[in-house]
């Protein structure tokens, strides 16, 4: 997968798959009637959702491989580069996408919103497994928006494209939210693996050489995106992750507030912290007390 290809435009990436520009700034593409291809890394100036129907190689985000198979949905962002590797064979591409430039949504609820759907942000292994019923919603939803790029434009066409594609999304939300519960086995023990990696943690120094543990760096040794890392941790918890890093970060706090040796502003920096401050605010919010007071009250 050493080609890249840029697709700046959504007529960019029309031509590339053999269809026709209906609007400049969204598509609803077959991708059966694209020319048969190698596999390339491909690079995206808009939002894309595809839908493929063949397993034809190995989707690739980054440096890692999507948990892919057929009619596995995927979403990529503007800026983001994706391909698939087929390993130097050409193959035919098969199945469906949806692609919408963001001038299409500016201005509008979804374009206020859209940061919301953080599945456009998600890694690897990561990918939506759409059910038969699933999958004959968003094709569903791809007729609808593929209708009105036929129709002849008018003062609906706009509204009604947006608003159907807002529709859709929010169908893939509660698609994502059932498939952090039947997907179990793929998940299984990533919360007890995120308890043991902040355990083992602060019995390092990183903590003084790296600072609080993020959940960015938690994600990353857990081999998942930021933002996946997050939905599933508050599907398992109802927490945050940055609220169940709070947590374990006062836990720990409790137990050597009761250092004589070391002062507040000294176990804050252990913590690692920047300002002690800061970790006399977040304690007192947690604990009801100011660290003084808590050790002062458990000490006797």
Do not use: W
């Given at each position: 997968?050493?080609?890249?290809?840029?697709f700046?435009t959504?007529?960019?990436?029309?031509?590339?798959?053999?269809?026709?520009?209906?609007h400049p700034?969204?598509?609803?593409?077959?991708?059966?009637?694209?020319?048969?291809?190698?596999?390339?890394?491909?690079?995206?100036g808009?939002?894309?959702?595809?839908?493929?129907?063949?397993k034809?190689?190995?989707?690739v985000?980054?440096?890692?491989?999507?948990?892919?198979?057929?009619?596995?949905?995927?979403?990529?962002?503007?800026?983001?580069?994706?391909?698939?590797?087929?390993?130097?064979?050409?193959?035919?591409?098969?199945?469906?996408?949806?692609?919408f430039?963001?001038?299409?949504?500016?201005?509008?609820?979804?374009?206020?919103?859209?940061?919301?759907?953080?599945?456009?942000?998600?890694?690897?292994?990561?990918?939506l497994?759409?059910?038969?019923?699933?999958?004959?919603?968003?094709l569903?939803?791809?007729?609808?928006?593929?209708?009105?790029?036929?129709h002849?434009?008018?003062?609906h066409?706009?509204?009604?494209?947006?608003?159907?594609?807002?529709?859709?999304?929010?169908?893939?939300?509660?698609?994502?939210?059932?498939?952090?519960?039947?997907?179990?086995?793929v998940?299984?023990?990533?919360?007890?693996r995120?308890?043991h990696?902040?355990n083992?943690?602060?019995q390092?120094?990183?903590?003084?050489?790296?600072?609080?543990?993020?959940?960015?760096?938690?994600?990353?040794?857990?081999?998942?995106?930021?933002?996946?890392?997050?939905?599933?941790i508050?599907?398992?918890?109802?927490?945050?992750?940055?609220?169940?890093?709070?947590?374990?970060v006062?836990?720990?706090?409790?137990?050597?507030?009761?250092?004589?040796?070391?002062?507040?502003?000294?176990?804050?920096?252990?913590?690692?912290?920047?300002?002690?401050?800061?970790?006399?605010?977040?304690?007192?919010?947690?604990v009801?007390?100011?660290?003084?007071?808590y050790?002062?009250?458990?000490n006797?």
């Open positions: 997968m050493d080609t890249l290809r840029r700046k959504i007529s960019d990436y029309n031509v590339f798959n053999n269809h026709e520009t209906l700034l969204v598509s609803v593409i077959d991708f059966s009637k694209a020319d048969p291809r190698r596999g390339s890394g491909m690079y995206f808009f939002y894309a959702i595809l839908l493929k129907d063949v034809c190689g190995d989707m985000y980054g440096r890692h491989t999507y948990d892919y198979q057929e009619g596995t949905l995927v979403f990529l962002a503007p800026g983001q580069v994706a391909g698939m590797n087929s390993n130097g064979e050409i193959y035919q591409p098969k199945g469906h996408g949806l692609v430039h963001a001038d299409l949504i500016y201005g509008t609820a979804l374009g206020r919103h859209i940061q919301e759907y953080t599945f456009f942000s998600y890694q690897s292994n990561e990918a497994h759409l059910s038969k019923r699933e999958r004959e919603i968003v569903d939803s791809f007729a609808k928006i593929h209708y009105e790029l036929e002849a434009i008018d003062k066409s706009k509204r009604l494209i947006v608003s159907t594609i807002e529709l859709f999304l929010n169908y893939c939300t509660r698609f994502y939210d059932r498939q952090f519960v039947t997907r179990n086995h998940h299984e023990g990533i919360l007890e995120f308890e990696l902040l083992a943690y602060y390092t120094d990183k903590p003084q050489t790296i600072g609080l543990p993020s959940v960015a760096y938690c994600a990353g040794e857990l081999n998942l995106s930021a933002n996946y890392f997050g939905d599933l508050k599907k398992e918890t109802g927490k945050t992750a940055q609220e169940y890093i709070q947590s374990k006062i836990d720990v706090a409790k137990e050597r507030i009761f250092d004589q040796g070391k002062s507040v502003s000294q176990i804050a920096y252990d913590l690692g912290f920047k300002y002690p401050q800061h970790f006399i605010r977040l304690f007192k919010q947690r009801g007390q100011s660290p003084n007071e050790r002062m009250l458990h006797n």
